[in-house]
Each structure stands twice: as structure tokens, then as C-alpha cells.
């Protein structure tokens, strides 16, 4: 019996469908693996119970659903808003409004239903049988992107916790959508094959992920005390996703004087094109180093299972001596999407850390640049364009290196490997060669001013 036809009769098992229609509309590649061949035909659906939303409005949340079901690879065909005072425990927007639902379906050839809130168990098992169509939520749309884009091993583990975690309690619901599926939205990324456990194995993976990820953890630790020691601080990107963090970053590389283009974070126009966590060291014209992180974006009503597994990643953000927020200003909504990055960041304990507000894409302002604030510690450039990279650099600067104290150091002959490593790290002045040793006029942190306190010397001393 080949892959295909122990897929069939596992899934007619576990399912109790005939075999037969285990694999409609579904096909198999070369080496027998499934791939995902129906298009995912998708209705959006959407609730407001007429209380105010302090961060976003249903308007603008159906809007970023839409493109949150675009980067999942579907079709959107039609949104539906249902107005009423509370969510129905059974069918969330009430039998009625889902029988509605249900003729869209058919009359647009639909196979998928989107809902914006979380749905749950019960709801998506009630929805899916009076609809006759794959019913998911908001959260695994996200989490299913969040299994397509990730990469390393850290965000492999990262999204399987996610998707173990939010679909434990509903894997009575989620059957019938699992066999419907196939390989579609929802049901793609290392979580999809443990879906089929029992819960007690699904625990035990639960427990395998968190052990690897702590495991991740310390070592990510070990890096950052080492960075401690040497004292190089620490840079995070931060932001709505799609915002420019990763075209900002590689710009910053390309003037950094680092030539590291192997090292470029990728970059696509869609939402959560970067997902893994990078990590690059960059180079201020004054030769001042400092580490700058790229992290995943964020995005309104953010699974809290996904905040929580991308925590380890994350605490990158609290140890980073400065932020810098990087905002889309051609977004109207860039208020609210400000918001949820600072309620992000005040969930992982991020507060009163020094932050540089980035309004990025200017170049493709058109009337919003009257709206965009102006301050103290706001920027407004182009990260594809070129236009105020400067002014962030020299702001970055001035965050980072205040504290740099200009020295004059005596070195013996002996010491030649000091004054090697003051050329290639600080920006050396002035480089003198006196019978008593070699004078370097120089700037430097306080880690090397402590260090090489004992060959300071003052003018006088200088003069002689």
C-alpha cells in the first residue's frame, strides 16, 4: 500500500467518511506528498456589537482581514458584517445570519467562511454543518500564514506550539473541518499532522516544544550577556507588519559599512513577509557598533497563543537599549496601528524604553502630510528611497553614544594591541609617536574608559 492509499484509509478511520471522498480535490506530486490544488474561495464574515472598539473599527479590522486572507493565498469574494448586541454562544452571529451566509456560499462557489473574532469548538462544528463549507477564525488564518513564512527552527516550534495550543480545545470542532480541507487554509504547517493525535500525545509535544524552545532560549541568553559584557548596544525594529521594518534594516546595512548583502532580511509588499528573528551588527560612520534586530510584526487582535510562543523571540525587544517604531505613513489608520504595537509591547513588559518613531514610505504620501505628527524623537524617511536616512543614523547616534567621553591615552610599545583595536573600533583622532609611546586622541564608552583609565593623560601632561 502506497503513501496515497494509507492517507485514504487513515482518514476514512479517523473520520468515518467513505474513502473515496477522502481525497477529492486534492492531488499528489511526485513523491506522494499532498498539495494543495482547490482554491480557497473565501467569504469574510464579520460581528459588531455596537460597543465601541478602543483600538480599531469593524470597517477598518474586515479591511485587514481581507489582507490577511489574500497572504494566505485566498480569493476574497464578499465581506458580511452582522449587526447585533451579543455574540450567539452556538453560530456566533446567530442561525439566521448563518443561514444567510450559507446561500452566499452557493450562489459565489465559495468553500471557505472566514470569521474576524476566535471562534470556538462548538461554533465552528455548528457553523460548518449548517453552512456544508470550511469554517476558520481569525487566529488560524494567522497562525496558517505564520506556518507558511516560517523558516528557522526557532519559528517552526514557535507556530507548531501556537497551533497545538489553540487547537487543543477544539479538536472535537476542527474534525469535519480537517477532512474537508485537505492541504488548505488552516490546516498547513508543522501543526497540521499532530492534529490527529489524542490529547494526551498532542500534551506530550506540547511539553517536546517547550523543552527545545528553553532550550533556545539559553542560548539566546548566553549571546546576550556576552553581549552585555561587551557592552555593544542593541537595536530592535518594532512595528505593524508591512510597515518597512526589513527594508529599513537592509538600507541601514547597505550604509553601515558592513558589506553583508548574503545577510539581507527578506522583503515582499504583504503582511508578515518576515517572520524569524534577525540579528545583524552595524557601523556608524564614527565607527560606533551596535546590534540591530529585525523582529515579526504585529497586527490587531494578535492570537494570544502566538504572543505567547513568540515570547522567547521577543524578549529581544526588552533587553534592546532603543526601539525604533517603525510606522507605514501612507496607512490611514497609522494612529490605531501605533496603538497595537504599544499594547503589544506593554504586554511583554516593554515600557519607558527610549523610542525613535519611524513614519516611513513618505515618498508615497499624498495628502497625509499634514496628519503625520512632528517631534523631538520622530523621523520621517523612506527606507526605499533613500530620503532621511541620514537624520535616523545621526538620531540613533546621539541615543546610543551620548555617554562616549573624548580621551587622550598614553600606550607603552607593548601595548600595540590596544592601540590596534582603538583604531579599528573607536574613531581615532589623532595617532602620535613619542619616545615615551604612541599618544591616541580617541572616543570612546565608558566600558573603555574604565578599562584604559590608567593611561589617560591630560593637556598638560601632553604638552610636555
Known amino acids: ?264 532580511v527578506y522583503v515582499e509588499d504583504m503582511l508578515f513577509a518576515t517572520l524569524d528573528t534577525a540579528h545583524r551588527k552595524m557601523v556608524l560612520p564614527s565607527k560606533e557598533e551596535f546590534i540591530l534586530i529585525d523582529t515579526v510584526g504585529f497586527v490587531s487582535k494578535l492570537p494570544h497563543s502566538l504572543v505567547e510562543a513568540f515570547k522567547a523571540t521577543l524578549e529581544e525587544v526588552q533587553e534592546a537599549n532603543l526601539l525604533l517604531h517603525v510606522v507605514d505613513a501612507t496607512n490611514e489608520d497609522f494612529e490605531m496601528q501605533i496603538k497595537v504595537t504599544e499594547k503589544v509591547l506593554n504586554e511583554l513588559g516593554v515600557k519607558d524604553k527610549p523610542t525613535i518613531l519611524i513614519f516611513n514610505k513618505i515618498d508615497k504620501q499624498e495628502d497625509q502630510s499634514a496628519l503625520i505628527p512632528r517631534g523631538e524623537n520622530i523621523v520621517h524617511l523612506s527606507a526605499l528611497k533613500d530620503i532621511g536616512i541620514d537624520i535616523l543614523m545621526q538620531m540613533i547616534k546621539d541615543k546610543l553614544f551620548s555617554n562616549m567621553k573624548k580621551v587622550s591615552l598614553l600606550l607603552p610599545y607593548s601595548k600595540g594591541d590596544i592601540v590596534s583595536y582603538l583604531c579599528d573600533k573607536t574613531k581615532v583622532v589623532k595617532t602620535e609617536y613619542r619616545e615615551d609611546g604612541v599618544l591616541v586622541e580617541t572616543t570612546v564608552g565608558p566600558a573603555d574608559y574604565n578599562k584604559y583609565r590608567q593611561y589617560q593623560v591630560n593637556k598638560a601632561e601632553m604638552a610636555e
Open 1 to 264: 500500500m502506497d503513501k496515497i492509499d494509507v492517507f485514504l484509509e487513515f482518514s476514512s478511520i479517523i473520520y468515518g467518511i467513505e474513502r473515496d471522498k477522502v481525497g477529492e480535490g486534492m492531488q499528489f506530486n511526485e513523491n506522494n506528498e499532498i498539495i494543495n490544488v482547490i482554491e480557497q474561495r473565501a467569504i469574510l464574515v464579520g460581528l459588531s456589537t455596537g460597543t465601541r472598539d478602543e483600538i480599531t473599527t469593524i470597517e477598518n479590522s474586515m479591511e485587514e482581514l481581507k489582507e490577511l486572507a489574500k497572504a494566505a493565498g485566498a480569493v476574497v469574494l464578499d465581506m458580511v458584517v452582522q449587526n447585533r448586541p451579543r455574540v450567539d454562544a452556538a453560530y456566533y452571529i446567530g442561525k439566521g445570519k448563518a443561514e444567510e451566509i450559507k446561500i452566499f456560499c452557493r450562489a459565489l462557489d465559495a468553500n471557505l467562511v472566514i470569521f474576524n473574532d476566535e471562534l470556538s469548538g462548538a461554533q465552528i462544528r455548528n457553523l460548518e454543518e449548517l453552512m456544508e463549507v470550511t469554517v476558520i477564525d481569525r487566529t488560524t488564518l494567522i497562525l496558517d500564514i505564520f506556518a507558511q513564512r516560517a523558516q528557522s527552527k526557532e519559528g517552526k516550534l514557535q507556530v507548531e506550539l501556537a497551533q497545538l495550543r489553540y487547537r487543543l480545545p477544539r479538536l472535537i470542532g476542527l474534525g469535519n473541518s480537517l477532512s474537508r480541507t485537505g492541504a488548505g487554509i488552516g490546516t498547513r504547517g508543522p501543526g497540521e499532522k499532530k492534529l490527529e493525535l489524542d490529547r494526551r500525545h498532542i500534551l506530550d509535544r506540547i511539553s517536546d516544544i517547550r523543552h527545545q524552545l528553553e532550550e533556545i532560549r539559553k542560548n539566546r541568553e548566553t549571546q546576550r550577556t556576552k553581549r552585555r559584557k561587551s557592552e555593544i548596544p542593541v537595536v530592535a525594529l518594532v512595528g505593524y507588519t508591512n510597515a518597512g521594518k526589513s527594508t529599513l534594516m537592509n538600507k541601514l546595512m547597505s550604509i553601515s559599512g558592513v558589506q553583508q548583502e548574503e545577510k539581507e
